[in-house]
């Protein structure tokens, strides 16, 4: 391994660390709604239950994103890759996993938002007593 490998190494692993860090605290329900972190949208940002539904499979992602991202920098190494062969591996396997994320938590805020609609015309359908 040279010396370019085990910098791109260290930098693949200190990303990897810091997409997973920010995923836990994501996916445990620990960020209430804020300006800085977290998965924001207008959707999001209106509403506790629709925000920490959609950030806890963000921070899923995040984590798995983190996890794939640790694999494929050390694979791609004990492979033999060089430094472009392996910037390609990480760089588009990060890509795959930050879009995957953002879909999945777009797709979640859109269940919650559909489930309370659904609740709500199930409570108006019921006959009054």
């Known amino acids: 391994m040279n010396a ?8 693949y692993l200190f990303t ?3 997409l997973a860090g920010c995923g836990v605290p994501l996916f445990r329900r ?5 300006n800085l972190f977290g998965f924001r949208t207008k959707l999001t940002m209106s509403d506790d239950i629709i925000w920490y539904a959609a950030n806890q499979v963000a921070g899923r992602w995040l984590i798995i994103t983190g996890i794939g991202t640790a694999i494929s920098a050390i694979a ?14 990480v760089t588009g396997g990060m890509l795959i996993g930050i879009s995957l994320c953002v879909l999945a938590s777009l797709a979640e ?3 919650v938002v559909e489930q309370r609609d ?12």
């Open 4 to 11: 370019g490998q085990v910098v791109l190494l260290a930098t």
């Open 16 to 18: 990897s660390v810091l």
């Open 30 to 34: 620990k960020v209430g709604r804020n």
């Open 76 to 89: 791609g190494i004990l492979a033999g890759m060089n430094e472009t062969e392996s910037a390609i591996l």
């Open 109 to 111: 805020q859109r269940r």
């Open 118 to 129: 659904h609740d709500i015309n199930d409570v108006e359908d019921q006959p009054s007593a």
